[in-house]
C-alpha cells in the first residue's frame, strides 16, 4: 500500500507543479490593459502607464515574472485584488468566503451521498420495481435540472410564493446578533435554499451511479455463494454487495469534483451566497485577474487533494491495495 | 468490390440487430421520442411561432394568454416564440459542441493508446492537468477571453470536455491494440492510420457513440449555464440566455413564474431525452451490462 | 443467438445414498450446474423450476417457500463452486466468511464463530492463523480449501461440488480430491461431484450420472458405468481419453457440437452426433430403462454398444 500511495502522492505533486505553470501563463494570455482596469480606463499619461506597469513588474522579462510569481506563491502572496483596490487577494478569498463555500458544498456532498448511497442500494435490490421506477425517474429529472434554474425555481415557490425562506444572501443585512446561537440560525435559514438547490442537484446522480456499480456486483460470482449461504437479504446486500459497489464510486467521484465547483458558482450565484463562487462570477464579469488567478490556483489545489484523498480512501477500503 | 459491398451489410445487419433491441427498451424509445418531437419543433420554428423572436408584440411582463401562451418579456417580446426559436440554438450547440468534443477526445485518446510511450505520457499529463483544472471556472475565463457568440461557446466547451473521452478511448485502444487480429493487421504491412481507421475504429464507435449521447447532455447544460450567467449570444437567443433576461428582470422575487417554468422544464426534458437514449444505448452495447 | 425458452434440464431424475459421492458427468451446457442449482433453489431470475419434486429428509424442497429454503440452505445442503477466484468476496476476510454462516444460522457469537472458522482451516490443511487473510492472498488450491471449510462450516449432510477442482493443475487437483474424499468418509458426507473431466469421477465416485442435452443418458455404479458402457455418448466419451497403460490407438473426439437447447433435435437428443442413430431414434425419444441392479440408461441401442 505505501507503494501505492507514494505514487499517487508523487503524481499530485507532479500535477500540482504543472498547475501552477499554467495558472502563471493562463492569466498572462488574457486580452485587456491591466492598468485600464486599475485606474477604471481613466486617460493616463504615459509616464503614469509605465510606472504601474512598472509597479506590476509586467515590463520584465516572461522568466523573471515567472520567477517572481513563484517567490509570492511561496511566501502566500496571491496578489493584491484590482476591483476591491488593494486588498490582497488572500484575504479577500480565506476571509469569509471560502469557509462559506466548505459550509455549503460540504453539507450538501454529504447529505447527497448519504442518500444516494443508501437509496441507490435499496432500488437495485427493488429492481424494476415501483419504487425503483419512480426514484430512478426523480433522480434523472433533477440530474437534467439545469443548477440555476432549480435555485430559481425553489426561490420562486418558496421564497416567493410561500415566504419561507429567504431570497439572498448569507445572513440578514442589518441584523444584530445577541448571542452566537442567533447568528448561527440565521446563517442556516440562509443556507436552506442553496443547499436544498445544490443536494438535489447532486443526488440523482450519485444514486444513479450507485444503483448502477450494485447492479454490476450482483453478477458477480460471490454473491450468488452469499445467497448459497442462506444469508438474509440484508446481510447479502449491505455486506456483500455495497462495499464492493463502492469503490468503483471512489474513483467516479473524484473524477466529478471538478464539475461540483460549477454547480456552488451556480448556486452562489442565484442565491446571491457569499462564497468564492460567486466570487469568480464576480471577478470574471469585472477582469479582475488576480482575483481569478488566485480563485483558480486555490480551486485546483482543492481539486488535486479531493483526488488524493480519494486515493488514499480507496485505498484504505479495496484491501487488494492494502496488502 | 465486393469486401466493401459485404462490409455495407454487415453494418446494415449490425445497424438492425442493435435497433431491434433498442426498441424493446421503454426509456430509449420514450427518449428519442422525445428528441425528435424537438427537432421537429426546431426546424419547423418559422411555422410553429407566432412572433418573430426579437419582435416587441405586446406590453411588457403580461402573465400568459391565448396570445401569448407563454407571456411576454420584460420588453414586451412573446416567450413562447421565443423559447421555440431557442429549441434552435440549444440543440445545435448541443450537437455541435457534444461532436466536437467526442471527436477530439477520440482522436487523442486513439493517438495515445495506439502509440504509446513518450507520446502516450504526454498526452496523458496534458489530460490529467484538464481534468484537475476546474471546469466552470475556465469556461467563464475562457468566454470572456473569447468573447460572446455561439462559436465561441462551442469552443469552450469542447476544450473543458474532451477528457473524458480521451480517457475512456485510450483505454479501449489500448486493450484492442494486444488482440490478435490488429497483430495480424500489422504483419501483413498494413500502415499504423489503416490500421487505425479500418480495425481499431469500427470497435471503438459504439462505445463512443454511447459516450457522445452523455457528452450532448454535458453540452446542453453548458451552454445553459454559461449563457444564464451572460457569456451567451444576444443575437441567438438560446433556453438560457431567455432565463438570463428572466433573472434580469427579477423573475423570482416578482412573480413572473411563466418565464421562469418554461425554458426550464425544456432544457430539463431534452436532457432527459438525450439521457435515456445514453442509458439504453449503454445497456445494448456495453456486453457487461447486459449480464445483469 | 436464439430466444426462447431452453429446457435446461429434462427428466432427471437420481437419488444420492448416504455417504456416497455421486458423479455428475457431461460436457459444457448440458445441465449438470443448472440442476445443482435447482437443487438449492438457486436459479438465476429467468429461470424457473416448472415442475418436479426434490425430496432431502422426506420433505420436498420445491414446495419450500423462499424463507425456508434460506434456513435450508447451508445447513443441510452446501455447495462448493469452481474458479473460488471469484465466489469469494475479495474485501472480506475469508475466516469471517467462513464464520458468518455459523453466526446467522446457529446463533452462537462471532469469537465462537471464528473459533471454528479455525478448527474448519485446520480440517482442510490450512495454517489456521490464516483466517484473518483477504482472498487474493491465497493461491489457487488453497481458496479452494478455504471453500471447502466454508461449505463445511454448518455440518451440512449434502455437500454439491461443482467442477471443484477444474481450474487447478494437476498436483493440486489430487491434493483436493484426496481431502475431498478423506472429508466424506470423517464427516459421513453425501456429495455430489459436478465435473466435466471422466477422471476426477473415476478416482472418487461410487456412482456416476452422465448428462447430456439436459437429460441423464446413463446413470450407475461407476465401475459398470466406465467399464461396460451401455450408450454411445458415454463409449464416446470414455474412449476420448487416452489411457496410459493401453494400447496405442487415436483420439477419438465426438464429432459435432452440443445441441441448442430452445430448439433440441428430435427424438433422441443425441441422435445428430450418434455413431449408431437410425430412424427410431430421429423421432422417438428413447426411455430411460433399467438394464442392471443399478444401471440405467436411455438409449434405443443399449444392448448393442461395444465397449473396449
Known amino acids: ?323 | 468490390m465486393e469486401v466493401k459491398e459485404d462490409r455495407f451489410w454487415l453494418y446494415r445487419r449490425k445497424l438492425g440487430d442493435f435497433w431491434r433491441l433498442y426498441r424493446r427498451s421503454r426509456l430509449g424509445v420514450i427518449g428519442l421520442i422525445i428528441v425528435l418531437s424537438f427537432v421537429i419543433v426546431a426546424v419547423a420554428a418559422p411555422w410553429i411561432a407566432p412572433f418573430e423572436p426579437f419582435y416587441f408584440a405586446g406590453d411588457p411582463l403580461m402573465k400568459p394568454s391565448s396570445t401569448f401562451p407563454f407571456g411576454t418579456d420584460q420588453v414586451g417580446r412573446d416567450i413562447f416564440s421565443r423559447v421555440i426559436y431557442g429549441t434552435r440554438v440549444s440543440l445545435l450547440v448541443g450537437l455541435i459542441a457534444s461532436a466536437m468534443t467526442i471527436g477530439l477526445g477520440s482522436a487523442i485518446g486513439l493517438v495515445s493508446g495506439y502509440l504509446g510511450g513518450w507520446v502516450d505520457n504526454g498526452l496523458m499529463r496534458i489530460t490529467d492537468l484538464f481534468i484537475i483544472l476546474p471546469a466552470l471556472p475556465l469556461m467563464l475565463i475562457m468566454a470572456s477571453i473569447l468573447g460572446k457568440g455561439i462559436m465561441n461557446i462551442i469552443i469552450v466547451i469542447t476544450v473543458v470536455g474532451w477528457t473524458a473521452t480521451a480517457r475512456m478511448v485510450r483505454s479501449q485502444t489500448m486493450s484492442l491494440k494486444e488482440r490478435p487480429f490488429i497483430e495480424a493487421s500489422r504483419a501483413i504491412g498494413s500502415t499504423d492510420l489503416h490500421t487505425i481507421v479500418r480495425h481499431i475504429v469500427p470497435n471503438v464507435f459504439p462505445l463512443v457513440f454511447a459516450n457522445g449521447m452523455i457528452a450532448v447532455v454535458d453540452a446542453i447544460l453548458s451552454e445553459a449555464g454559461l449563457s444564464f450567467l451572460g457569456f451567451g449570444d444576444p443575437s441567438s437567443p438560446s433556453w438560457g440566455m431567455v432565463l438570463h433576461y428572466a433573472d434580469a428582470a427579477g423573475s423570482t422575487v416578482n412573480g413572473y413564474w411563466w418565464y421562469i417554468v418554461p425554458p426550464g422544464i425544456c432544457i430539463m426534458l431534452l436532457v432527459m431525452g438525450f439521457a435515456f437514449i445514453s442509458y439504453s444505448t449503454d445497456q445494448i452495447l456495453n456486453p457487461r451490462l447486459r449480464r445483469r | 443467438m436464439h430466444e426462447g425458452i431452453a429446457r435446461a434440464v429434462e427428466n432427471v431424475s437420481f437419488t444420492l445414498k448416504k455417504g456416497e459421492m455421486l458423479g455428475l458427468a457431461g460436457e459444457s451446457g448440458c445441465g449438470k450446474t443448472t440442476t445443482a442449482l435447482s437443487v438449492m433453489r438457486l436459479l438465476p431470475p429467468g429461470g424457473k423450476i416448472l415442475n418436479g419434486e426434490i425430496i432431502v429428509d422426506n420433505e420436498d424442497l420445491v414446495k419450500k417457500t423462499d424463507r425456508e429454503m434460506r434456513d435450508i440452505r447451508w445447513k443441510k445442503i452446501s455447495l462448493v463452486f469452481q474458479g473460488a477466484m471469484n465466489a469469494l468476496n475479495p474485501v472480506i476476510r475469508v475466516g469471517e466468511q467462513v464464520a458468518e454462516s455459523i453466526v446467522e444460522k446457529e446463533k452462537v457469537s462471532k469469537g465462537e464463530a471464528l473459533k471454528r472458522a479455525r478448527l474448519l482451516f485446520e480440517l482442510v490443511g490450512l495454517d489456521s492463523s490464516r483466517v484473518t487473510n483477504y482472498p487474493h492472498e491465497f493461491s489457487g488450491g488453497m481458496r479452494q480449501r478455504v471453500m471447502i471449510a466454508m461449505a463445511l462450516a454448518c455440518n451440512p449432510s449434502i455437500v454439491i461440488a461443482d467442477e471443484p477442482v477444474t481450474a487447478l493443475d494437476v498436483i493440486v487437483q489430487t491434493r483436493i480430491l484426496e481431502l475431498l474424499k478423506e472429508l466424506q468418509r470423517k464427516l459421513s458426507l453425501s456429495v455430489v461431484m459436478i465435473t466435466h473431466d471422466l477422471s476426477v469421477i473415476a478416482e472418487t465416485c461410487d456412482r456416476v450420472a452422465i448428462m447430456y442435452a439436459g437429460k441423464i443418458v446413463e446413470l450407475g455404479n461407476v465401475v459398470d458405468v466406465y467399464k461396460n458402457s451401455r450408450h454411445p455418448y458415454t463409449e464416446a466419451l470414455i474412449t476420448a481419453f487416452p489411457s496410459i497403460a493401453g494400447k496405442k490407438r487415436r483420439f477419438d473426439s465426438i464429432p459435432g457440437d452440443p445441441p441448442d437447447l430452445t430448439s433440441p433435435p428430435s427424438g433422441c437428443r443425441f441422435h445428430p452426433r450418434c455413431p449408431m442413430q437410425q430412424e427410431t431414434c430421429r423421432t422417438l425419444d428413447p426411455e430411460y430403462l433399467k438394464i442392471g441392479p443399478d444401471h440405467y440408461v436411455a438409449c434405443h441401442h443399449s444392448e448393442k454398444v461395444e465397449t473396449t
Request: positive net charge.
Open chain 1, 1 to 323: 500500500m505505501r507503494d501505492y500511495l507514494i505514487k499517487r502522492a508523487v503524481s499530485a505533486l507532479v500535477t500540482l507543479g504543472l498547475a501552477i505553470v499554467l495558472n502563471f501563463f493562463l492569466f498572462r494570455i488574457m486580452p485587456g490593459d491591466p492598468t485600464r482596469t486599475v485606474t477604471g480606463d481613466f486617460r493616463i499619461t504615459p509616464e503614469v502607464r509605465r510606472a504601474l506597469v512598472h509597479q506590476f513588474g509586467l515590463d520584465q522579462p516572461l522568466w523573471v515574472q515567472f520567477v517572481l510569481y513563484l517567490q509570492n506563491l511561496a511566501t502566500g502572496n496571491l496578489g493584491v485584488s484590482f476591483q476591491y483596490r488593494g486588498t490582497p487577494v488572500v484575504a479577500i478569498i480565506f476571509g469569509k468566503r471560502l469557509l462559506n463555500t466548505f459550509v455549503l458544498m460540504g453539507s450538501s456532498i454529504s447529505v447527497a451521498l448519504i442518500i444516494g448511497i443508501t437509496i441507490g442500494t435499496i432500488v437495485a435490490w427493488k429492481r424494476e420495481s415501483k419504487f425503483d421506477v419512480s426514484v430512478v425517474v426523480f433522480s434523472l429529472m433533477t440530474y437534467s435540472m439545469p443548477v440555476f434554474w432549480l435555485g430559481m425555481m425553489i426561490i420562486l415557490i418558496f421564497g416567493y410564493y410561500l415566504a419561507a425562506i429567504p431570497i439572498a444572501g448569507t445572513i440578514t443585512v442589518g441584523l444584530t446578533y445577541s448571542n452566537w446561537f442567533q447568528y448561527a440560525a440565521d446563517y442556516l435559514y440562509h443556507m436552506i435554499g442553496p443547499f436544498v438547490t445544490l443536494t438535489l442537484s447532486f443526488v440523482g446522480f450519485y444514486l444513479i451511479i450507485m444503483r448502477d456499480s450494485i447492479l454490476d456486483v450482483f453478477t458477480e460470482d460471490y454473491m450468488l455463494t452469499a445467497k448459497a449461504k442462506g444469508l438474509s437479504d440484508r446481510k447479502i446486500l449491505f455486506r456483500h454487495a455495497m462495499r464492493n459497489a463502492l469503490l468503483p464510486m471512489v474513483s467516479l467521484i473524484a473524477v466529478e469534483v471538478t464539475y461540483l465547483f460549477g454547480g456552488a458558482t451556480m448556486t452562489e450565484t442565484v442565491f446571491s451566497w457569499y462564497g468564492i463562487g460567486r466570487l469568480i462570477y464576480e471577478a470574471v464579469v469585472m477582469a479582475d485577474y488576480p482575483i481569478l488567478q488566485g480563485i483558480f490556483f486555490v480551486m485546483s489545489i482543492l481539486v488535486i487533494a479531493a483526488n488524493f484523498c480519494a486515493d488514499v480512501a480507496y485505498a484504505f477500503l479495496d484491501p487488494r491495495i492494502r496488502y
